[in-house]
Each structure stands twice: as C-alpha cells, then as structure tokens.
C-alpha cells in the first residue's frame, strides 16, 4: 500500500482560520492507518490568495485540495485515499 502525504498549510492566514488546530492530526489516527499516512507542515500553499480555492485553512491529501479544512474532513479524505488505494491492488 503507497503512502498517503498529507500537507498542512501553516502559512499565516491558514493558521489563524484553524489551521494550527490541524497539526493535531496526526493524534486522529490509530497505528495501524498511522503507518500509511506522511503528514508534514507546509508553507503558504499559494491557495488562499484566490477565492475561487474556497476558504482557508488549506491542507492537500495527495493532490488533492481540502478547503475549510477541519480534522474529520482530513480524516475522511484520508481513509477514501486509502480504501481506494486498497481496491486497486
Ligand atoms: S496561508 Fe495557506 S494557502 Fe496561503
């Protein structure tokens, strides 16, 4: 099973709409999903000087953008990565 990279914006404007609450995330995942997951902190994603992106904060599940991110938005996009990843090997 590949890795899933999750990238949290910690640029400034993510991280005063609730991004900082969001490096918590990795306290969401039991061990088992832990193992699969990469999450780092990232720089100002370029995302939110456009409002056509929706509204911070930012985090990225792959390629994928999450806008108005909270923790279980994150979680469940995870766990979608993952079971997709599952039935396609
Ligand atoms: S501060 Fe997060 S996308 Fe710019």
Same mark, same amino acid.
């Given at each position: ?9 910690? #640029? ?6 609730? #991004? ?5 995330? !990795? ?13 780092? #902190? ?11 992106? #929706? ?20 979680? !469940? ?13």
């Amino acid at each position: 099973m590949k890795t899933v990279n999750v990238s949290i914006c910690t #640029g400034t404007t993510c991280y005063l709409m609730g #991004g900082a609450h969001l490096l918590t995330f !990795d306290e969401m995942l039991d061990p088992c999903t832990a193992d699969h997951v990469s999450i780092c #902190g990232s720089h100002c994603l370029g995302l939110c000087n456009d409002e056509s992106n #929706g509204k911070p904060p930012f985090v990225k599940v792959n390629d994928q953008v999450i806008s108005d991110a909270t923790l279980n938005k994150v979680l !469940d996009k995870v766990r979608e990565e993952i079971e997709e990843d599952a039935h396609v090997s």
